[in-house]
Antibody, heavy 123, light 107 residues
Framework: QVQLMQSGAEVKKPGASVKVSCKAS????????ISWVRQAPGQGLEWVGW????????KYAQRLQGRVTMTTDSSTSTAFMELRSLRSDDTAVYYC????????????????WGPGTLVTVSS | DVQMTQSPSSLSASVGDRVTIACRAS??????LAWYQQKPGKVPKLLIY???TLQSGVPSRFSGSGSGTDFTLTISTLQPEDVATYYC?????????FGQGTKVEIK
């Protein structure tokens, strides 16, 4: 069965960086993409970005452009999201979710989700 | 970028009521619209994709409709276990924006 396992909770100081991992199993990693979605405490869902497992193509939310980088390691079926220059408003649960392999994609909805990784930014 | 606007932001209804949640896209997105349910402290769950296709295992009291810019999620007979926040999302291309959510409570 499809599973997405995420790395553990992180506590970071403002200005630091964090790298969250998402290890996929139960499907062919290179046939799909991974979206990252975050949710600040008590707030709604915010799309962070997407990476294709097929060709490594990426798309990022404009407000995070320049601070976020998404990568994959197909040898371990793992996706990574790195966020730099952390601020207090980056405190959130970060989810990975399986989506389609292309940007313009009729399968871009998220059926399978990881359990989430809490990233806390505090001095 | 296409903006997604949900209404209302919250609602309170009685068990057995018909509940309707609206989602409007600022530009046409054909039928590339998904609905998710998120219960408190839980991971979001896919309910509907392609605007009206019910995900396997989702109760048939949930339905979706619409195309272009205006979409609707309907719960035909509200149940206590439907207490949750519901989100729409456009997914045809990046950015795959979510609506701000609609919190559904029992009166």
């Amino acid at each position: 069965q499809v599973q997405l396992m995420q790395s553990g909770a992180e506590v970071k100081k403002p200005g630091a960086s964090v790298k969250v991992s998402c290890k996929a199993s139960g499907y062919t990693f290179t046939s799909h993409g991974i979206s990252w979605v975050r949710q600040a405490p008590g707030q709604g869902l915010e799309w962070v970005g997407w990476i294709s497992g097929y060709d490594g193509n990426t798309k990022y939310a404009q407000r995070l452009q320049g601070r976020v980088t998404m990568t994959t390691d197909s040898s371990t079926s793992t996706a990574f999201m790195e966020l730099r220059s952390l601020r207090s408003d980056d405190t959130a649960v970060y989810y990975c979710a399986r989506v389609g392999p292309f940007d313009y994609d009729s399968s871009g909805f998220a059926h399978y989700w990881g359990p989430g990784t809490l990233v806390t930014v505090s001095s | 970028d296409v903006q997604m606007t949900q209404s209302p932001s919250s609602l309170s209804a009685s068990v057995g009521d018909r509940v309707t949640i609206a989602c409007r896209a600022s530009q046409g997105i054909s039928n590339y619209l998904a609905w998710y349910q998120q219960k408190p402290g839980k991971v979001p769950k896919l309910l509907i994709y392609a605007a009206s296709t019910l995900q396997s295992g989702v109760p048939s009291r949930f339905s979706g409709s619409g195309s272009g810019t205006d979409f609707t999620l309907t719960i035909s007979t509200l149940q206590p276990e439907d207490v949750a926040t519901y989100y729409c999302q456009k997914y045809n291309s990046a950015p795959r924006t979510f609506g701000q959510g609609t919190k559904v409570e029992i009166k």
